[in-house]
């Protein structure tokens, strides 16, 4: 890759790269893992996901969203507040209605990308300190209402078949237990199975939203904990469960971490200029703030030594 957006039509995130040239960590011992034990990266290896409990404080997951609750005009005391019409037209529409927050590069999120286990555990997947982090959004998900309907959905970001070299993740900004309310749910067994399965689907099957039909009870709803990070592997199928809870918000933060690509001139000073200008990426998946709020409300995030390598101001 050698510019900024090689995402003009798929779902991932246009502020690194598609696939790594560093291939994802396959061995581990407990003397090199600095987050996960060796219990977790053997599920990892096994499943594609991993959970890691308490990456960011409570405390820090609380004020986030509080953060978003502002950014979104919405109050989380008043139910008449929750349910508006979209800003921006989602050209990815299994997303819309979904309660994806256009917000980028607030100092509530550089300070999470920028917390130490969250970054430690990234390095811990990967296998190298060396990373930059993604510029990627929020959500608040909303419970279903009439008018406000939206499905659950299954889908990659990238296409499995291509072997990404490249994870994703979110935190939990507030409690996600309750298996009715909106969260994170995956396909591990097709994860696992994706060659063998990929010979049963007809040539012309879409290459980034799975037929899951005889599937559905292998769908693994995974329960976090305000403050927890969820990381998957990008050949992991996974979405949004739809909120069928009658008051329950699911919030969350998008954050993963890759390889940093130092060489690639464009993508680093597009990175640059995304945090320093406040710009969110352009993609498939990203409409964007119309309001403009970022430029005109909030000032640029401070970064910590961490931070400035992990948006690529610095070398690693």
Not at 84 to 106: C, D, F, H, I
Not at 178 to 200: A, R, S
Not at 258 to 270: C, D, G, T
């Amino acid at each position: 890759m050698n510019k900024y957006n090689d995402h003009d039509d798929i779902p991932g995130n246009p502020s690194v790269a598609k696939t790594s040239e560093v291939k994802l960590r396959t061995h581990a011992d407990k003397d090199s893992l600095r987050v996960l034990s060796m219990e977790q990266w053997n599920f990892w290896l096994e499943n594609g996901y991993v959970v890691i409990k308490n990456a960011i404080s409570k405390q820090q997951a609380a004020k986030t969203a509080s953060f978003l609750w502002e950014f979104e005009e919405k109050d989380p005391n008043n139910k008449n507040t929750w349910y508006t019409s979209p800003r921006a037209e989602m050209q990815m529409k299994e997303l819309a209605g979904t309660g994806m927050v256009e917000v980028y590069n607030n100092s509530y999120l550089w300070n999470n990308r920028q917390e130490k286990r969250v970054y430690d555990s990234f390095v811990d997947i990967w296998g190298t300190d060396k990373l930059w982090v993604t510029i990627d959004r929020a959500n608040l998900n909303f419970p279903i209402r009439p008018g406000f309907e939206y499905k659950g959905f299954i889908h990659w970001d990238y296409d499995p078949a291509t072997k990404p070299q490249n994870v994703q993740g979110v935190i939990a900004l507030a409690d996600q237990t309750d298996q009715n309310m909106g969260g994170f749910q995956c396909i591990p067994w097709l994860y696992k199975n994706f060659d063998k399965w990929k010979l049963t689907q007809p040539k012309n099957r879409d290459y980034f939203k799975p037929d899951i039909k005889g599937l559905e009870n292998k769908i693994v709803k995974v329960p976090l904990e305000a403050g927890d990070l969820l990381i998957f592997h990008s050949a992991q199928p996974h979405g949004i469960r739809p909120n069928l809870s009658d008051d329950k918000v699911r919030i969350a933060q998008y954050i993963s971490m890759m390889p940093a690509e130092e060489e690639n001139i464009k993508l680093k000073e597009w990175r640059i200029s995304s945090w320093k200008n406040r710009i969110a990426p352009k993609g498939y998946a990203f409409p964007g703030d119309p309001r403009n709020w970022e430029q005109k409300k909030y000032n640029t995030a401070k970064l910590s030594s961490l931070g400035e390598k992990l948006l690529g101001l610095k070398k690693w």
